[in-house]
């Protein structure tokens, strides 16, 4: 899916990414159109920036606890060339990604998409206070921000390409896809087809594991509890990390396509 990252920002960085997001000359920007920058919950981009210091010194003075870095989040959602974002989509990333950042409340922050004009990608950025009024930190403790956003996303995106399929318009490429394109062209095997093609394919968490270990994948981490797994492959020295809950995606998927190739050859030899 889109890949969306969550980047923490200390007091004294905020005014330099706010003049980069709106910074049509930076040389990062040659290619990009900016959209004008978005505010909420204060009235423009300085009044954000006092806002978010003035919480973020208001945190540091409480007894207790450790003291505060980061005076907000910069949320990043980067779209692969070729999306060619409609305007009713990119407002769906946007209220997600908003809906993200606020954890329940109204957001406040600074918000735009940079839009490239050659090649149809496009970030869309949201620089959020990380505390309230009152110092009281807005994220949800209970939760990885990270793998929220990235859930949450995954989820827009895939609303957006069954609208896309019904229009006939070209799917919104994966993240897993574009990585999966340049795997095959260093001529790396396909893993989540490797597991379909088992006797026996994993679909649960448990039988992950022992599946990975049948391939004779070494695996350096396993945490389930933060859906996390990292592995490599025989031969190879550096270990990759997925989401154990998108492996079992995938893999799901991939033996449906199994399934369907094999009933498409059947049909043919009758």
């Not at 004008?36 to 981009?45: C, D, I, N």
């Not at 009044?47 to 207790?64: C, G, I, M, P, R």
């Not at 990380?130 to 996303?153: C, H, K, Q, Y």
């Not at 190879?236 to 050859?265: D, H, P, T, W, Y």
Request: proline content about 6%.
């Amino acid at each position: 899916m889109p890949w969306s990252n969550a980047i923490g920002a200390a007091p004294d960085a905020l005014s330099g990414i706010i003049e980069y997001l709106d910074d049509g000359k930076h040389p990062h920007h040659k290619e990009y159109l900016l959209t004008p920058l978005e505010v909420f919950g204060v009235k423009s981009p300085r009044d954000f920036l006092t806002y978010a210091v003035t919480a973020f010194a208001k945190n540091s003075q409480k007894k207790s606890g450790r003291p505060p870095v980061n005076a907000a989040t910069w949320f990043v959602i980067r779209m692969p060339d070729g999306t060619w974002l409609k305007e009713d989509e990119r407002s769906a990333y946007q209220v997600a990604a908003r809906e993200e950042a606020g954890c329940g409340e109204t957001v406040v922050g600074v918000m735009n998409s940079h839009r490239n004009r050659l090649t149809g990608a496009e970030d869309i950025n949201l620089l959020a206070a990380a505390f309230t009024p009152r110092g009281e930190l807005v994220r949800d403790r209970n939760r990885d921000p990270i793998r929220s956003l990235r859930r949450r996303m995954d989820e827009v995106t895939l609303q957006l390409n069954t609208l896309r399929k019904s229009k006939g318009i070209a799917l919104i490429q994966t993240m897993q896809e574009v990585k999966k394109a340049k795997a095959l062209e260093r001529g790396e095997p396909d893993i989540f087809e490797m597991l379909a093609r088992l006797p026996k394919p994993p679909k649960k968490i448990t039988e992950l594991k022992a599946a990975l270990i049948l391939l004779e994948c070494e695996i350096t981490r396993w945490n389930p509890d933060r859906d996390s797994i990292s592995f490599k492959l025989s031969r190879k020295k550096k270990a990759k990390r997925f989401r154990i809950s998108q492996m079992l995606e995938e893999v799901g998927k991939m033996l449906k396509k199994l399934i369907s190739i094999g009933r498409e050859n059947d049909e043919q030899e009758m």
